[in-house]
């Protein structure tokens, strides 16, 4: 892939920062962004709620949303940073599909993940739920092409670590937004 990315898509378990990590991106990018927990349908919201792990049957109207929310983004050469779990490797596979699209994976340790998760309120993923979605996250592969990024770090240092990785495969990415995109 020559071109920019239209679409970033920050990917990782509960508690790894994809929100502030994704708002900080799409802001230095100067793109939109959208929260992919929030195309969760209310039964999912209610089931992780209650500390029901999802099951595959359950994400996938979930995935097909955002997945549409990808192709609209594509189709209409909207640059725009997305945050999903995607936590399987199928998941993976199904959101780049569409070409233009580059994974981001926050790489954080289990017991920092934990502690993160213990200090969250206000949010139905809490710590109980870590555990599935640990269960449930395929290792990366490196024919995946994600930018895997240390999750330790500041949300600033990530996103800078991420551009800087970023620009070494996408050296257009030094462009305008209006000039990166609609190449």
């Known amino acids: 892939m020559n071109q920019c990315p239209l679409v970033w898509v920050v990917i990782g378990v509960a508690g790894s920062g994809k929100t502030v990590v994704g708002r900080l991106l799409s802001q230095q990018l100067e793109c939109d962004f959208l929260e992919g ?20 049957s359950d994400r996938q109207p979930w995935l097909l949303a955002i997945e549409d929310d990808i192709r609209r983004a594509i189709t209409l050469k909207r640059e725009t940073v997305f945050t999903c779990s995607a936590l ?12 233009r699209v580059q994974l981001v994976w926050l790489n954080v340790p289990e017991t920092e993940l934990e502690r993160r998760l213990t200090q969250r309120a206000n949010h139905y993923m809490q710590l109980e739920m870590l555990r599935s979605q640990i269960a449930a996250f395929d290792p990366m592969h490196p024919e995946e092409n994600a930018i895997i990024v240390n999750g330790l770090l500041s949300p600033v240092e990530i996103v800078n670590e991420l551009l800087s990785a970023a620009i070494e495969l996408f050296p257009n990415l030094k462009k305008f937004w209006w000039q990166r995109c609609y190449e």
């Open 88 to 99: 399987k490797q199928s998941y993976r596979k199904q959101l780049t599909a569409t070409g």
């Open 37 to 56: 927990d929030r195309r969760h349908p209310l039964p999912n919201i209610l089931k992780m709620a209650s500390h029901i792990p999802l099951q595959d």
